[in-house]
């Protein structure tokens, strides 16, 4: 399978020349693809965590304040002091000692973005000993920390109609630019009681997009106990966690949860709409 030219401008799609199969023929096609590409995010000087996302320009800063709040390392965005992205800013195999994984693309192994924090951590959310690497399928959360929910409490008093619900399926599908073009990526947004969208973001890991919009909301100052998140994945205990520690008190999805994902929603106040 050869790669040519990236589509336009879209750093997010790739273009290949595949083979397809139909009714018993053989046939070269062009194909988009999804790409996926590494990012560092380091918190107060010190590298947190290494996440293969999708790059789409202006999402890193979101992604890195979304991972922040929902591994519990801050609560509001008052706390976050700055977040400056770095195209290229952290060169695969150099600085402070590490090895650094590298993404592929036309050019060969490229230098990691990076996304550098500054925040006023949570009482309790000191530095980690070692960074974490990320994958794409894998999940986000620290399971070192536990699901601890000491502390967790959704307050609301927002309500959602059954019709509003029923209608963000179909909302969240048609903004999904780049699962439409590749049929590889993830979505996730965030709506309120009307039915109006406020944010929806894409990405190759289902981690990723919700955190792309806890930090969209986040950074924005929007008040998570009036909004409501959708995505298409499944309710797991990882997921619900994430809404629950970001103050949002209903969660939709395309899919099922597991039963940790309605333990961990239970106890958090998180409804839980699968």
């Not at 629950?244 to 099922?256: K, M, Y």
Request: aromatic fraction near 4%; include cysteine.
């Amino acid at each position: 399978m050869a790669e040519f030219e990236e589509t336009g401008s879209q750093r997010a799609l790739s273009r290949f020349e595949i083979t397809r199969y139909r009714a018993g023929d053989y046939f070269s096609v062009k194909d988009v693809v999804a790409r996926e590409e590494p990012l560092e995010v380091r918190l107060n000087g010190s590298t947190l965590v290494r996440l293969m996302r999708l790059p789409v320009p202006g999402d890193d800063e979101l992604l890195a304040a979304g991972f922040c709040l929902s591994e519990g390392l801050v609560s509001n965005g008052s706390q976050i002091e700055s977040v400056r992205c770095t195209p290229g800013g952290s060169p695969a195999g150099a600085g402070e000692g590490e090895p650094r994984p590298t993404g592929v693309s036309s050019g060969g192994s490229p230098a990691m973005d990076l996304v550098e924090i500054r925040a006023r951590l949570n009482e309790g959310a000191g530095p980690r000993p070692e960074a974490r690497t990320v994958l794409t399928g894998a999940g986000g959360a620290d399971l070192t920390r536990g699901f601890d929910l000491a502390g967790v409490t959704v307050e609301s008093d927002a309500v959602f109609d059954a019709g509003v619900i029923l209608k963000m399926p179909d909302a969240l599908a048609r903004r999904q630019e780049v699962f439409r073009a590749s049929g590889g990526a993830h979505g996730a947004g965030l709506f309120d009681p009307r039915g109006n969208v406020l944010v929806v973001k894409e990405d190759v890991g289902r981690h990723n997009a919700v955190d792309k919009v806890l930090g969209y909301l986040l950074l924005s100052g929007g008040d998570p106990s009036g909004v409501g998140m959708m995505f298409s994945g499944r309710l797991s205990c990882e997921m619900v966690l994430k809404a629950a520690r970001a103050g949002v008190p209903l969660v939709c999805s395309v899919s099922a949860p597991t039963a940790l994902g309605v333990e961990t929603g239970r106890r958090a106040g998180v409804t839980l709409v699968g």
